[in-house]
């Protein structure tokens, strides 16, 4: 189950560095919980049909300019009833300076005003990219997640089967960790992240051992913050009465928030190489984004060769 996230307004003025025109009683409370940010053209001109007042409203040069042509009386009447509708902040680009009428009908209404020197097509794409990683579905869920080869793996499984070994023998191979234990999971669009919570970010757990610090033991180059999940691996022990698919043809997948993500089960056995195992499969996984399965190729090889020596028979 997945839960509805907000942004505080305050933390959207510090991370893009807004200027607080006006800030209204209540800005430290305001939070934003949609991703699309608006720019109130029709509204500037009287039509507030399907006007959406809970996305963050932002003017640029074409609206000022707008609104410049209009007399004193006539433009305090369109602010008046713009910031009627209680949205959470008006942003205005180009650091353009706001009207008094503007100002006014701000304060009458106690909506904040902030400014920005960003153009207005800059600020709007990079404020939608922010908000739709920071309000994103997400969910929690138990494995490690680590980045091979430029591809981000989630290792599942029983505890104790060896993932966080796997990721530590990974990580001395020249990749690198995103999480472990608890894998925190973003759905964007129809791509999905992992991160790590902030508590236990760069930490990972070895038995016997305890908690160690990644980044402090392998430096910089043994983490990441965040990595798209491409490929699930599933480590489960091994059942000698259990049949594995030999050739790779049967391709399995599991959902993650409605996203399908191809899924490998490994049997874990004493003995077996599990970081050179998962290196493979990442391997025959980008291949088979290019449209290369070596499993296939392999059958049809054989079908071939049966089919020629079938003929040669035949032809005796």
Same mark, same amino acid.
């Given at each position: 189950?997945?839960? +509805?996230?907000?942004? %505080?307004? =305050?933390?959207?003025? =510090? *991370?893009?560095?807004?200027?607080?025109?006006? !800030?209204?009683?209540?800005?430290?409370?305001? $939070?934003?919980?949609?991703?699309?940010? &608006?720019?109130? @053209?029709?509204?500037?001109?009287?039509?507030?049909?399907?006007?959406? %007042?809970?996305?963050?409203?932002?003017?640029?040069?074409?609206?000022?300019?707008?609104?410049?042509?209009?007399?004193?009386?006539?433009?305090?009447?369109?602010?008046?009833?713009?910031?009627?509708?209680?949205?959470? &902040?008006?942003?205005?680009?180009?650091?353009?300076?706001?009207?008094?009428?503007?100002?006014?009908? &701000?304060?009458?209404?106690?909506?904040?005003?902030? $400014?920005?020197?960003?153009?207005?097509?800059?600020? /709007?794409?990079?404020?939608?990219?922010?908000?739709?990683?920071?309000?994103?579905?997400?969910? +929690?869920?138990?494995?490690?997640?680590? *980045?091979?080869?430029?591809?981000?793996?989630?290792?599942?499984?029983?505890?104790?089967?060896? =993932?966080?070994?796997?990721?530590?023998?990974?990580?001395?191979?020249?990749?690198?960790?995103?999480?472990?234990?608890?894998?925190?999971?973003? $759905?964007?669009?129809?791509?999905?992240? @992992? +991160? !790590?919570?902030?508590?236990?970010?760069?930490?990972?757990?070895?038995? @016997?051992?305890?908690?160690?610090?990644?980044?402090?033991?392998?430096?910089?180059?043994?983490?990441?913050?965040?990595?798209?999940?491409?490929? /699930?691996?599933?480590?489960?022990?091994?059942?000698?009465?259990?049949?594995?698919?030999?050739?790779?043809?049967?391709?399995?997948?599991?959902?993650?928030?409605? /996203? #399908?993500? #191809?899924?490998?089960?490994? %049997?874990?056995?004493?003995?077996?190489?599990?970081?050179?195992?998962?290196?493979? &499969? /990442?391997?025959?996984?980008?291949?088979?984004?290019?449209?290369?399965?070596?499993?296939?190729?392999?059958? *049809?090889?054989?079908?071939?060769?049966?089919?020629?020596?079938?003929?040669?028979?035949?032809?005796?």
């Amino acid at each position: 189950m997945t839960d +509805t996230y907000s942004v %505080p307004l =305050k933390t959207l003025v =510090k *991370e893009f560095n807004l200027e607080v025109t006006y !800030a209204s009683t209540d800005f430290d409370a305001i $939070r934003i919980t949609v991703e699309d940010v &608006a720019r109130p @053209g029709l509204q500037l001109a009287g039509y507030f049909d399907h006007y959406e %007042p809970m996305r963050l409203q932002v003017m640029g040069n074409v609206e000022m300019s707008y609104v410049d042509k209009l007399q004193p009386k006539e433009r305090g009447a369109i602010f008046d009833r713009l910031f009627s509708y209680k949205f959470p &902040a008006l942003l205005i680009a180009r650091d353009i300076p706001p009207h008094a009428e503007c100002l006014q009908m &701000a304060q009458k209404h106690n909506v904040t005003v902030l $400014r920005t020197k960003e153009a207005t097509s800059t600020i /709007v794409s990079t404020i939608i990219t922010y908000l739709k990683a920071a309000l994103a579905p997400r969910i +929690t869920r138990h494995g490690v997640l680590v *980045e091979v080869y430029g591809e981000g793996i989630l290792l599942i499984g029983d505890s104790g089967i060896g =993932k966080s070994e796997t990721a530590i023998e990974l990580i001395k191979r020249g990749h690198r960790l995103v999480a472990d234990d608890a894998v925190e999971i973003r $759905r964007i669009g129809d791509t999905l992240t @992992g +991160t !790590a919570p902030e508590l236990i970010r760069h930490y990972l757990e070895v038995r @016997g051992i305890g908690v160690v610090d990644i980044q402090k033991l392998f430096g910089m180059s043994g983490v990441k913050s965040a990595t798209q999940i491409d490929l /699930v691996i599933q480590f489960e022990r091994w059942q000698d009465e259990k049949f594995y698919d030999r050739l790779g043809l049967d391709e399995a997948h599991t959902q993650i928030m409605g /996203v #399908p993500i #191809p899924l490998l089960t490994i %049997p874990v056995s004493a003995g077996r190489n599990l970081a050179g195992i998962v290196e493979l &499969a /990442v391997m025959n996984n980008r291949q088979k984004k290019y449209g290369i399965n070596s499993a296939r190729e392999f059958v *049809e090889q054989i079908d071939s060769h049966i089919d020629h020596q079938a003929a040669q028979e035949k032809n005796r």
